[in-house]
């Protein structure tokens, strides 16, 4: 009997049964009434419990969960009831949802037909990598008459993990064949046909490069004979994801490394597609779960492996040992995308001479965040002197961002500065403008 719960409807009659008892201190014969509709309450809750219990499996339920979640993506989870009862029952879902999520009101109403099986769906968006533990799936099942329910309890316990984004993958691949993104309107990057990978002679078409023409093969042809490039393959490309204190900023509930981890799960994948290797690092005091660049079956998901439990340090990043480590580490140059963020110029400086060593053996590009609080707060009006302040500090910082693509630049090192939604499609551009360029 512990299944059986009261409902709202069996509390309003009896408090309609109490009135009448009220009503009889100075109308006596009501007494008879209010004694009549408790004994047809009384009946009828008995009869409702019958019902309830009288399918041994009335209903049957199933969470079915996704093999695992992607972070910071909206991931579907589905549930399916089946209703065994001859008549048709009315359901309350209560799901018990990973306490990440902390979503305490959760609640799903639905009317089943008999022998119906119903679905449907709900959406969680995690924000943090690790395992998440699902509770009971609690049925509360009620009959017609309304005024009690049975619960009945699927599924325990379920545990899922969530792993660096992956669900986008496909689509950012689709985009990345085609070299198009959408950010802001459409933007193409244009292959530049020099310093690729001959692939064949074709005839020359309007719009070829004629400087690709093949005079020998002109003449044996007696038209105009081209050379057509493809891109270099099997290049070497490493992420390089910096774990120290200032990636645990936080933007939309995710950190700093949670959207680098996100980029670089988006960015191995194209490069893997594109016939580079892919290769990832990790950084905060010293090198870390490393994993070298190589395009064979299976690198993605040794990628994903080892991304899955990175977690931020409370140390200031060493990027003398990080210069050291790469310097006997990756011994052919490399294109290095390396994940970090610097909020000050001095910030900066103190680090510039090791990027610089980096920079001479690999080419280099500083990926860094802004910050789209202050970005806010530089467009928003300013209403009093107070305001007037925070906008001064916000565009002081955004000034000193500015002032860090200029001293990079002065020194050839190419930088990324963009916002933290924007992270994965930003990179793979940058990436395919790079390899559009010839630059590695």
Same mark, same amino acid.
């Given at each position: 009997?512990?299944?059986?719960?009261?409902?709202?409807?069996?509390?309003?009659? @009896?408090?309609?049964?109490?009135?009448?008892?009220?009503?009889?201190?100075?109308?006596?014969?009501?007494?008879? !009434?209010?004694?009549?509709?408790?004994?047809?309450?009384?009946?009828?809750?008995?009869?409702?419990?019958?019902?309830?219990?009288?399918?041994?499996?009335?209903?049957?339920?199933?969470?079915?969960?996704?093999?695992?979640?992607?972070?910071?993506?909206?991931?579907?989870?589905?549930?399916?009831?089946?209703?065994?009862?001859? %008549?048709?029952?009315?359901?309350?879902?209560?799901?018990?949802?990973?306490?990440?999520?902390?979503?305490?009101?959760?609640?799903?109403?639905?009317?089943?037909?008999?022998?119906?099986?119903?679905?449907?769906?709900?959406?969680?968006?995690?924000?943090?990598?690790?395992?998440?533990?699902?509770?009971?799936?609690?049925?509360?099942?009620?009959?017609?008459?309304?005024?009690?329910?049975?619960?009945?309890?699927?599924?325990?316990?379920?545990?899922?993990?969530?792993?660096?984004?992956?669900?986008? @993958?496909?689509?950012?691949?689709?985009?990345?064949?085609?070299?198009?993104?959408?950010?802001?309107?459409?933007?193409?990057?244009?292959?530049?046909?020099?310093?690729?990978?001959?692939?064949? !002679?074709?005839?020359?078409?309007?719009?070829?490069?004629?400087?690709?023409?093949?005079?020998?093969?002109?003449?044996?042809?007696?038209?105009?004979?081209?050379?057509?490039?493809?891109?270099? $393959?099997?290049?070497?490309?490493?992420?390089?994801?910096?774990?120290?204190?200032?990636?645990?900023?936080?933007?939309?509930?995710?950190?700093?490394?949670?959207?680098?981890?996100?980029?670089?799960?988006?960015?191995?994948?194209?490069?893997?597609?594109?016939?580079?290797?892919?290769?990832?690092?990790?950084?905060?005091?010293?090198?870390?779960?490393?994993?070298?660049?190589?395009? $064979?079956?299976?690198?993605?998901?040794?990628?994903?492996?080892?991304?899955?439990? @990175?977690?931020?340090?409370?140390?200031?990043?060493?990027?003398?040992?990080?210069?050291?480590?790469?310097?006997?580490?990756?011994?052919?140059?490399? @294109?290095?995308?390396?994940?970090?963020?610097?909020?000050?110029?001095?910030?900066? $400086?103190?680090?510039?001479?090791?990027?610089?060593?980096?920079?001479?053996?690999?080419?280099?590009?500083?990926?860094?965040?802004?910050?789209?609080?202050?970005?806010?707060?530089?467009?928003?009006?300013?209403?009093?002197?107070?305001?007037?302040?925070?906008? !001064?500090?916000?565009?002081?910082?955004? %000034?000193? $961002?500015?002032?860090?693509?200029?001293?990079?630049?002065?020194?050839?090192?190419?930088?990324?500065?963009?916002?933290?939604?924007?992270?994965?499609?930003?990179?793979?551009?940058?990436?395919?403008?790079?390899?559009?360029?010839?630059?590695?």
């Amino acid at each position: 009997m512990k299944a059986i719960f009261l409902q709202q409807r069996l509390f309003f009659l @009896l408090f309609l049964i109490g009135a009448g008892y009220v009503i009889s201190f100075f109308f006596p014969f009501f007494v008879w !009434i209010a004694h009549g509709l408790f004994l047809l309450i009384a009946i009828l809750v008995v009869l409702d419990i019958l019902l309830l219990y009288g399918q041994k499996k009335g209903v049957i339920a199933q969470r079915i969960l996704p093999e695992k979640l992607s972070n910071g993506d909206e991931n579907w989870i589905e549930i399916t009831i089946q209703n065994n009862y001859f %008549f048709s029952i009315h359901v309350d879902i209560i799901d018990e949802i990973p306490f990440q999520f902390q979503i305490r009101d959760f609640l799903i109403k639905r009317t089943i037909k008999p022998n119906e099986n119903s679905q449907l769906q709900y959406k969680l968006e995690p924000k943090e990598r690790g395992e998440y533990n699902f509770g009971s799936l609690n049925i509360f099942a009620k009959s017609p008459l309304g005024l009690v329910s049975k619960k009945h309890i699927f599924q325990k316990n379920q545990t899922l993990k969530s792993y660096p984004s992956f669900i986008h @993958l496909r689509k950012y691949e689709l985009m990345a064949l085609q070299n198009e993104f959408l950010l802001g309107g459409l933007k193409k990057i244009r292959k530049i046909g020099q310093t690729m990978e001959f692939e064949k !002679i074709k005839e020359y078409v309007q719009g070829d490069d004629i400087r690709t023409i093949n005079w020998k093969a002109t003449s044996k042809q007696n038209k105009l004979m081209v050379n057509q490039y493809q891109e270099e $393959k099997s290049q070497k490309i490493y992420l390089l994801i910096d774990k120290g204190r200032t990636m645990q900023m936080p933007f939309l509930g995710m950190s700093l490394l949670d959207y680098s981890i996100n980029a670089s799960m988006a960015l191995s994948h194209i490069i893997l597609k594109k016939g580079d290797r892919a290769g990832v690092m990790s950084f905060a005091k010293k090198m870390e779960n490393t994993i070298v660049a190589d395009n $064979k079956a299976g690198q993605l998901k040794k990628i994903s492996e080892i991304l899955y439990n @990175l977690q931020t340090d409370f140390f200031e990043s060493d990027f003398n040992r990080l210069y050291q480590d790469l310097k006997f580490g990756i011994n052919q140059r490399s @294109l290095v995308m390396l994940f970090t963020n610097f909020e000050t110029l001095d910030n900066l $400086k103190r680090q510039l001479k090791y990027m610089r060593g980096i920079s001479k053996n690999h080419l280099l590009v500083v990926v860094f965040f802004k910050n789209s609080e202050l970005q806010n707060l530089m467009i928003a009006p300013a209403k009093n002197l107070e305001d007037t302040y925070d906008k !001064i500090i916000a565009e002081k910082f955004d %000034f000193e $961002k500015k002032l860090i693509i200029q001293e990079l630049r002065k020194y050839g090192i190419l930088s990324l500065y963009t916002k933290p939604e924007n992270l994965s499609i930003e990179v793979i551009n940058k990436y395919l403008e790079i390899k559009s360029r010839g630059m590695i």
